[in-house]
Nanobody, 116 residues
Framework: QVQLAESGGGLVQPGGSLRLSCVVS????????MGWFRQAPGKEREMVATITWAQDTNYADSVKGRFTISRDNAKNTVYLRMNSLKPEDTAVYYC??????????WGQGTQVTVSS
């Protein structure tokens, strides 16, 4: 059974930083595309950043230059470094794993709140 476990969320002031982590168990981590999505209250879930097995990355326009996604295949872990956080970044952040021909796997989510 595939499990994705996020950590690292919390309360941070505007302009601050956080690093989210997602540990994956039960799958061939190194061959999959990993991503971070977020969902704010009353809004649809949106893609924040993705990273392929070849380390190709993609970012939402709203986070380019502020967020960095990375992965450590030896640790089955994907990270999201978030700098210069804004109140509009407040959301529940979800880890996602995508494998060709299979349904996506999701973590339980971690809350990020940006407020003074």
């Amino acid at each position: 059974q595939v499990q994705l476990a996020e950590s690292g969320g919390g309360l941070v002031q505007p302009g601050g930083s956080l690093r989210l982590s997602c540990v994956v168990s039960g799958s061939f981590f190194s061959l999959t595309t990993m991503g971070w999505f977020r969902q704010a209250p009353g809004k649809e879930r949106e893609m924040v950043a993705t990273i392929t097995w070849a380390q190709d990355t993609n970012y939402a326009d709203s986070v380019k230059g502020r967020f960095t996604i990375s992965r450590d295949n030896a640790k089955n872990t994907v990270y999201l470094r978030m700098n210069s956080l804004k109140p509009e970044d407040t959301a529940v952040y979800y880890c996602n794993q995508r494998s060709p021909g299979l349904a996506d796997n999701w973590g339980q989510g971690t809350q990020v709140t940006v407020s003074s």
